[in-house]
């Protein structure tokens, strides 16, 4: 028998590989394991990408992929589940089969437009997303250019209503992309007032914010926060993973996603 003390909260993770490691799955992964729970991940795509840039974009094969996810489910007692970069419209069919029966908290990071600049989802994918995956989503986390391009709206407060009327429980829209003195970023409900949360802008652009941000909501549900909180937490810690970050490339910043246990804060 497995000792109780040797187990983790798990969060399955369902996106794309960065191999500069900033972005993507290995975001996720150490976002993850920072608040200490164990990350189990399914790659959609595999990526030509750096710290300045994306080339290309390979999906991964429809019947390997649902295998892969279907194994982890049946093996696992999964608490949450993070879904970023998914990659062909397909894939996103094979994500609502496998998670349509589930009962978990998901946190849908949508991920239309790379940080470095690139469209990395087609019209026909996140029109799939919104008719699939929106009703089975806890929360979403679109930045403002991904929250007007999901709704075709431009004012914000509609954009998130209408996200909501597509089926999600709550939304929480980034407001790195506009041109305020502070970052702005805001969570929406049904039933509440939209509460905005205000972040220092930091100078430096970074590859892999929204990665980290959207992981590290689904661990902190996957740790039995409510979602409010676990809301609040994660913006917390994203914004210190900025303001520690790394420069290991040429181009956009690397989220810095230990600093806290590097500086002995924990």
Same mark, same amino acid.
């Given at each position: 028998? +497995?000792?109780?003390k040797?187990?983790?909260?798990?969060v !399955?993770?369902?996106?794309g590989?960065?191999?500069? #490691?900033g972005?993507g799955?290995?975001?996720?992964?150490? $976002?993850?394991?920072?608040a200490?729970?164990?990350?189990?991940?399914?790659?959609?795509?595999?990526?030509?990408? =750096?710290?300045?840039?994306? @080339? /290309?974009i390979?999906?991964?094969? %429809?019947?390997?992929? @649902?295998?892969?996810?279907k194994? +982890?489910l049946?093996?696992?007692?999964?608490l949450?589940?993070?879904i #970023?970069?998914?990659?062909?419209?397909?894939?996103?069919?094979?994500?609502?089969?496998?998670? %349509?029966?589930?009962?978990?908290?998901?946190?849908l &990071?949508?991920?239309?437009?790379?940080?470095?600049?690139?469209n990395l %989802?087609?019209e026909?994918?996140?029109?799939?997303?919104?008719?699939s995956l929106?009703? !089975?989503?806890?929360?979403?986390?679109?930045n403002? +250019?991904?929250?007007?391009?999901?709704? *075709?709206?431009?004012?914000?407060?509609?954009?998130? /209503?209408?996200?909501? /009327?597509y089926?999600?429980k709550?939304?929480?829209?980034?407001?790195?992309?506009?041109?305020?003195? &502070?970052?702005?970023n805001?969570?929406y409900t049904?039933? $509440?007032?939209?509460?905005?949360?205000?972040?220092?802008r930091?100078? *430096?652009?970074?590859h #892999?914010?929204?990665?980290?941000?959207?992981? @590290?909501?689904?661990?902190n549900l996957?740790?039995? =926060?409510n979602?409010?909180?676990? +809301?609040?937490d994660?913006q917390k810690?994203?914004?210190?993973?900025?303001?520690n #970050?790394?420069?290991?490339?040429?181009?956009?910043i690397?989220? =810095? @996603?230990?600093?806290?246990k590097? /500086? *002995?804060?924990?």
């Open positions: 028998m +497995v000792n109780e040797n187990k983790k909260p798990i !399955l993770v369902i996106a590989h960065d191999p500069s #490691g972005a799955i290995q975001a996720d992964i150490e $976002s993850i394991a920072n200490g729970c164990h990350a189990t991940t399914v790659i959609t795509s595999l990526t030509a990408q =750096n710290t300045n840039t994306i @080339r /290309n390979t999906p991964q094969d %429809s019947i390997f992929f @649902r295998e892969q996810i194994l +982890v049946d093996d696992m007692d999964i949450a589940c993070k #970023g970069m998914i990659g062909s419209p397909e894939l996103v069919d094979t994500i609502h089969d496998a998670l %349509s029966n589930t009962e978990i908290p998901i946190v &990071d949508p991920v239309i437009n790379s940080e470095t600049g690139k %989802s087609s026909k994918t996140y029109e799939k997303i919104i008719s929106l009703p !089975l989503t806890t929360i979403i986390t679109p403002t +250019v991904e929250a007007k391009i999901l709704t *075709n709206c431009e004012d914000l407060k509609f954009a998130a /209503n209408k996200l909501l /009327n089926g999600t709550a939304v929480l829209i980034t407001g790195t992309h506009e041109a305020t003195n &502070d970052v702005i805001t969570f049904k039933d $509440s007032v939209p509460i905005n949360y205000t972040w220092e930091l100078s *430096n652009t970074f #892999g914010s929204g990665c980290t941000l959207s992981s @590290r909501i689904a661990a996957a740790l039995g =926060n979602l409010e909180k676990a +809301v609040k994660a810690y994203t914004w210190g993973t900025l303001q #970050g790394l420069h290991l490339g040429k181009g956009q690397h989220p =810095n @996603r230990f600093f806290i590097k /500086n *002995n804060v924990l």
